[in-house]
């Protein structure tokens, strides 16, 4: 039939609407999500710096997504990086509502950039003052 299983690798076995991830298996193993990346000395990885909620608001005011690429959102940030350039900046130009649209959208975009830089930090370890 085959060799049995090790109980680790079986607990981690897929299962319907449960995901194939370390994650979960730690919290089987532990009861609890791991909080923060960290080094075997306490420290945040080596290489990762803190992100200011300040800089990813100026980035998005600036330029719609760029707050959430400083903040490592890879995929939002595109998402509206396209979205300002082939419907905002359209917009603006032929029908003149692309800043109505700007409007609505940019301080929601500033909102979840600042929170995207504090989740990055709180995920990494980072306590800034």
């Known amino acids: ?16 609407g449960t995901a194939r991830r370390w994650d979960t298996a730690r919290r089987r193993d532990t009861g609890r999500w791991p909080t923060a990346r960290r080094r075997a000395n306490g420290h945040p990885p080596r290489g990762v710096t803190a992100k ?15 707050g959430h690429l400083y903040a490592n959102r890879t995929g ?17 130009f032929v029908f003149g509502v692309g800043i109505l649209l ?3 959208t940019a301080p929601i975009a500033m909102i979840t950039a600042a929170s995207a830089a504090r989740n990055f930090n709180a ?4 306590v800034v003052r």
């Open 52 to 66: 200011s909620p300040g800089v990813a608001v100026l980035l998005t005011f600036l330029w719609l997504g760029a």
């Open 76 to 92: 939002i940030g595109v998402c509206l990086l396209l979205f300002e350039f082939f419907v905002l900046v359209p917009l603006l």
């Open 1 to 16: 039939m085959g060799r049995p299983v090790p109980a680790r690798r079986r607990d981690m076995a897929r299962r319907p």
């Open 102 to 104: 700007w409007l609505v």
């Open 123 to 126: 995920r990494n370890g980072i």
